[in-house]
Each structure stands twice: as C-alpha cells, then as structure tokens.
C-alpha cells in the first residue's frame, strides 16, 4: 500500500518545480513512510510513497520498464491476490522478471493487454502508467472503489493523486467550494457523490473506470460494471458457493511479507475472518493469529440497547477468542481523546467525516501500527448480503429516498434558513441517478428488482463512505486494511442472488449465516446485527457541544454565519428527540455536534473559500 501523485503538463516543462513536486510527495508520507521515488521528465512528473509490504527490493517505485524501444513507468497504490496467476500466464508468454511484486505484474500486464490487463487484475488498487514514447498517460481504479484515485484537470494539464490534500500542493488548484460542493458537505456527507471531490474542480476516478490522458484531452472509460444474470443455483449450492468464495478471498488476502493481524469486534463478520484465518495459520503452521477490537472508558456503564444496537460486543469477543485462541489485544479508547482526535480525522479525509466513527478508527489503528502493518476487517457484508435494518424495513425500503438518510429535516434545521435552497431536488436527483442505472432482468419480481436498486444504493453511496473511511483513517497511520468481502467475485454472485435466498429464513445476512454454520459458534451465526462500536459517554457529548457552541459564538467564523443557532442549542439541550439519524445508524446527536466541529476545522485547516 501506499500513495500516488503525478503532474502532466503539455504546454509547459515542469520537470525544474522540485518545491511544489516534494511538497506534493510529502503529503503522502503518512500513507508511504517506508519510502519515497520520482520520476521526472519534460511535461511528466511520476511521484510515489511507499508502505512495504510485499517485495521490498525488487517492488521499487516508481517502476520503469523498457520494452521493444518503448518506455512505461507506474506509480501504484494497492494490492493484487491472483499476482501468481497473472505473472505465470506472461512467463508462459514469454515475459521475464525481476521481483515477486504485484507492482511489476501490473506493469508487465499493461505492456502486453494494454487496458484489457484490468480484466484480468483481482484486487484493490489505484494505478497510473506514463507510456514516454507515446506521451499517454494511462489511470485505473479497481472494482469496487477501495483505494482512492482523485484528479484535476486544466488546459493541456493534468494533476491526480491518492489523496486531495496532495493536489492542493499544487497552487494550480485552488481550496474553494460552490454551491455544489456545500451540498455534497451539508446535504450528502459525510457520503460524496461518485466522482465528487467536493473541492471545485476536483473528481474522483470512481470504482471500475480507467482513464487516458493525451494532449488530445482526458477519456474516462468504465471497464466494469454489475450485469443482472439469471441465478441458476439452489440454496444448497448457494450456501457452499458463498462460503468457498469467501474462504478463498481471505485466504488470498492473508499473503504478506510483513506482520498482518485481524479486525474482531465478536459480529459475524470479522468473526468469519478472524476464523478462516486462524485455521489458514493453523494449516500452514503460521503461528497464532493476532486479532484486535476496541471500545471506549466507561461504554458498559452508559451502553443503552436500542434497535440498532440491541447489544454490547465484550461477551461475543469472549466467544471467538475461545474457539479461535487468537493473541487477542482490546484497545480501549478515552473519550477526550476521541473528540481531540477530530481534526486529524478531518486530516486525514481531507472532508468533513463520520465523526466519532472516523476519529475511533484513526485511534485504533494507531495503536494496532505499532505491531502490525497489514490487517484484515469485515467492511461491506452488509452492504453486499442485506445486513442493514432498511433491507427490513419495509417503510424505509418502499421510499424514493437515501434509506439511510430518509429526511433533510435535521440538516436544514441546522442551517440558516434559505442558504442553500433546492437540497431535496439535488439529492433526490442524486438517488433516482443510481436506480435508473440498475442494471435488471425483465420480469423478475418486485422484490428483487428493487433489492437490485437497493443493493447499488449501497455499494455506490453508503459502502463508499466507509470505505473512504478506512482507507483515509489506517493509511493515516501507515496501516493498510484489506477488505475481503470486496472480491468482486463475491460481489457479482451476491447482485444476483434473489432476496429469498440471500435472506434466507428471514434474516439478515441469511445466506451467509447458513454459509458458517458448523465453522462459526452458534451464537456468533445467530446474533443479530450490531454496527461498529461508539461512544455512549456523555464526557463524549460535553466536549464536542463545548467546541461547538465556541464556533457559533465567534461571530467571524463561517460557520457562526451559516448555522441556525437555536436549532443547534436544542440538539445540545435535547439529544434524545432526535427522530432520524443524520446518516444511518451510527450519527445522532453527539455525532451531528462531532461533524459540525469537523466542517470548522476543514474550512480553517484547508482555508477554503467559498465561490
């Protein structure tokens, strides 16, 4: 894992600005510590900052590679789990190598396919390659959007990187924000729109696009996408499908050159996890799997149950850790130092985030770095399975809506009256924008054809934010957490799944329930879902409402101007008449307060104007 940068500039050789080039790098460091290339040329600036994990001699970057008078160089952020396959189909080809690193594969792979090597690619990654004959540059993203590639385009120039902090090293883009982009902050986040960098001019490659840039201009081209597909199996041939698909992307994703440890919170996810991977260690006499999960001071003491979160993780830790006999490590998080931890998190994002949601995880991975580089964590099952309370819903389900953000009430509430009209057209556009490119077969059922609608709702909005969640808060701290229920493998044979099989016997998740029982204690199969773990301090609550009432109290702040105070007061003096989450279950009022207090810190730390 690491960072990406480039520059290209036709009109002008931009190989003497070295300040703007390391400040650009630099910015990367965080997600890079191990080390730092560049590749200069003319009108072409390749910049690249390394976290080792695979390789370390011979995965080098940026990597350039000479070949039949033509001349290719890659910056590359990710990971590739079928490097053997590939690398072996070239040899037999005829290609030679260097290394073991999934870097020159890729490489080695786009020389030969040109940019149908994405097709062959099982993985998470973000790559750009400069072809210096041709003059070309070429960018992809993989599948499911979990390494970030962001971009800026301008006459005969192009700036991307991994991160949008790197681009405003760049004094050619500007820290300003439209209309548009204080609807992505004030009416969408902490989601974005696929594609939005919310800083005006900057987008994102989204999830399955590649990208050409020649002085010709940019082409943006979509390499994969979710096709509808008759499902022709049985529950039986479901259920062992599912658990084959999933044993062989963990066991995939186990591979590594440094120390790697699991996410276990006691749910069905890490818990499957955190079990495939302690037999695979087991089987390969390996060791003993390390796993982590964190809670806050004093949680059990102000833990209340409610729909969302009918019960607290300790006892069901307790579970796994005697069926697996991992070397399990509880980091326990104090509650000022999670609100302390806000402006790093906004850091680190580069936006406004998920509050609390953000900072724990920016703090748990702090401390799982310090004897871990790589870790595995169950984001996206949920999404890709039904685990969400609005697959169940049927109110929620039957909406037109964001089913995690079913009214705008709070957030307009909060906001001054008349600034930024129009918030229910620009999201609902946003909204029926996905529905109306479901892909569907003709006549299925009403319920699987909304089921269809619903499960691109997720993937494209809900399951992207916390992607760009844990990407942004574990590369922050030179972590990289790779995603397993992200094979696309997965993910295609989930899509086509009717409802009645993926929730089998009525539950959430059911297929995949069904899919560890035997594998997985009964009580973690059969334990209802229970989101990733919050603070339920009030210390927690004090500290961000303090912040904010400081920031509507200065009356040159922008967001003193911008915010209706009375209604701010009353979240603070009323948390719990809350009706709606702001965004799904895990962003109530203490968290609405948190998110208030990252927007200032973003407007502050990145001095964006508005425009």
């Not at 993937?459 to 094979?487: A, H």
């Not at 009432?549 to 009375?566: A, G, Q, R």
Request: proline share 4%; aromatic share 12%; with cysteine.
């Amino acid at each position: 894992m690491c960072g990406i940068a480039g520059w290209i500039d036709y009109n002008n050789n931009i190989s003497g600005n070295e300040t703007i080039l390391d400040k650009m790098q630099n910015s990367l460091e965080r997600r890079g510590p191990d080390a730092g290339g560049m590749h200069i040329e003319s009108h072409a600036c390749l910049l690249h900052r390394r976290l080792i994990v695979i390789d370390p001699d011979n995965g080098k970057q940026p990597m350039r590679i000479a070949y039949n008078d033509e001349d290719y160089t890659i910056v590359y952020n990710g990971e590739i789990y079928n490097t053997q396959e590939v690398r072996e189909e070239l040899l037999s080809i005829g290609y030679n190598f260097k290394g073991y690193s999934d870097t020159e594969v890729i490489l080695v792979s786009y020389i030969h396919w040109g940019e149908k090597c994405l097709e062959k690619l099982n993985g998470i990654f973000a790559f750009s390659i400069w072809d210096t004959k041709r003059q070309t540059l070429f960018m992809a993203r993989d599948r499911m959007g979990v390494k970030p590639l962001f971009f800026y385009g301008y006459n005969n120039g192009l700036i991307f990187g991994s991160e949008i902090k790197t681009l405003l090293c760049n004094p050619i883009v500007k820290p300003q924000v439209d209309e548009e982009g204080l609807m992505e902050i004030f009416f969408v986040g902490p989601g974005r729109s696929p594609g939005n960098g919310v800083i005006k001019g900057v987008k994102e490659l989204k999830p399955g696009e590649c990208a050409f840039f020649s002085k010709e201009g940019l082409r943006i081209k979509r390499y994969w996408s979710l096709k509808a597909k008759e499902f022709e199996d049985n529950v039986s041939t479901a259920i062992e499908k599912t658990r084959f698909m999933l044993t062989d992307a963990i066991e995939r994703q186990l591979i590594s050159d440094v120390p790697l440890c699991c996410f276990l919170s006691g749910g069905l996810d890490s818990s499957i996890i955190s079990k495939i991977a302690s037999e695979y260690y087991k089987k390969n006499n390996m060791g003993k799997l390390s796993t982590y999960s964190v809670d806050y001071v004093d949680n059990k003491k102000y833990f209340k149950s409610n729909k969302f979160q009918p019960n607290s993780d300790d006892d069901y830790v307790k579970v796994m850790l005697n069926d697996i006999h991992s070397n399990h490590n509880y980091v326990i998080l104090d509650n000022e130092e999670l609100a302390d931890a806000l402006e790093n998190a906004t850091m680190a994002r580069d936006l406004p985030g998920m509050a609390d949601v953000d900072s724990s995880l920016i703090l748990f991975c702090k401390e799982i770095k310090k004897d871990f580089t790589v870790a595995l964590s169950g984001e996206c099952a949920d999404e890709i399975f039904g685990g969400y309370p609005w697959y169940h819903n049927k109110e929620a389900l039957l909406e037109d809506c964001f089913p995690w953000s079913r009214t705008l009430d709070i957030r307009k509430k909060i906001l001054k009256p008349g600034f930024l009209n129009n918030a229910e057209e620009y999201v609902h556009d946003l909204y029926m924008g996905t529905v109306r490119d479901t892909d569907k077969l003709s006549g299925e059922s009403k319920t699987n054809s909304r089921m269809r609608e619903m499960f691109m709702l997720n993937i494209n909005w809900f399951m992207q934010t916390l992607l760009d969640r844990k990407d942004r808060m574990s590369m922050y701290n030179g972590l990289e957490v790779r995603v397993p229920f992200c094979d696309y493998r997965i993910v295609e044979y989930a899509f086509n799944m009717p409802w009645e099989i993926k929730a089998y016997k009525g539950r959430e998740k059911g297929i995949l329930r069904e899919a560890m029982k035997g594998i997985l204690p009964d009580s973690i199969v059969f334990r209802k879902k229970s989101p990733y773990p919050k603070t339920h301090n009030p210390i927690y609550m004090e500290k961000v409402s303090k912040k904010v009432d400081e920031i509507m109290k200065d009356s040159s702040n922008i967001l003193s101007k911008i915010l209706n105070h009375d209604e701010v007061y009353n979240i603070m003096q009323h948390p719990d008449e809350i009706s709606s989450p702001w965004y799904g279950q895990l962003m109530n009022a203490a968290q609405i307060m948190a998110y208030i207090v990252q927007i200032d810190y973003w407007f502050k730390n990145y001095k964006i104007d508005i425009v």
